[in-house]
């Protein structure tokens, strides 16, 4: 059984469990990424395993930004698994540690879990897979709002958003365990949200209208906030794969004006 020492793989009778327990806060480190490769390679190893929980010891934040092809890689062998994936979210997501999460095909949170995709302020946007991922799960005006607020919400906010799908009560492991039971006792298996598609009433141009707007009105001074509407937007007209292709363009793009001009801050 994988065993390093910042991702652990672990099993509880038919569920395979991979833990990322890192030190640090940003527990998505290089460290982290090369042990849930291992993990994922040894997890083909083990017998009649009917769901994979995947937590944290801790919140699921990123160290740096996951946008490297190696880390695309990643997120697509985990989308990809045969069994269905619940990501237990015991803390905070933000950044790419959300985007991560949208990768597994379900997620359960406690009650005080946080969740956010900042990148505007850092003059960046989301470029793990987020501009595609979450308007298939909440549609792109829900997306809009979250990404230029830059705020985080609560669990109940993204219980009703649509981005989880469960808070949990109790301890959080055996409820997290409990529930990937129950989806997969009720015929719930792999649910892939790359394979979804955008919501057509969740955009329109009176909807980019308004965000075009209050991108202006929120970052006068900014350009970051109207190339993440772009990304988003996009998501409706383009496939997954040339999504994917044109948000790390654009992120490319954010990153050389990075270089030249502050980041832009919510008025």
Known sequence: MNDNSVVRLER?????????????????STAARSGL???LTDLADLADIRGILLRS????????????????????????????????IDGNAFGAGLEFSLACHYRAATPTARFGLPQITLGSIPGAGGTQRLPRLIGIEQTLQLVLSAQPVDAATALRLGFIDSILEGEPIPAGLAYLRSLIETGKGARRTCDMTVPADSVSDEILRNAALQANQMYPT???????????????????????QYEAELLQACHRRRDAEPPAKAT
Request: proline share 5%.
């Open 12 to 28: 509880d009778g038919d569920i395979a469990v991979i833990v990322i327990d890192s030190p640090s806060p940003a527990v998505l």
């Open 37 to 39: 490769n291992s993990a």
């Open 57 to 88: 010891a801790g919140s699921l934040e990123a160290q740096g930004s996951w946008t490297s092809a190696e880390d695309h890689a990643l997120l697509n062998r985990i989308e990809q698994l045969q069994q269905p994936v619940l990501a237990l």
């Open 222 to 244: 900014g350009i970051t906030p109207f190339t993440a509407i772009k990304a988003i937007s996009a998501s409706a007209r383009l496939g997954f794969e040339r999504g994917l």
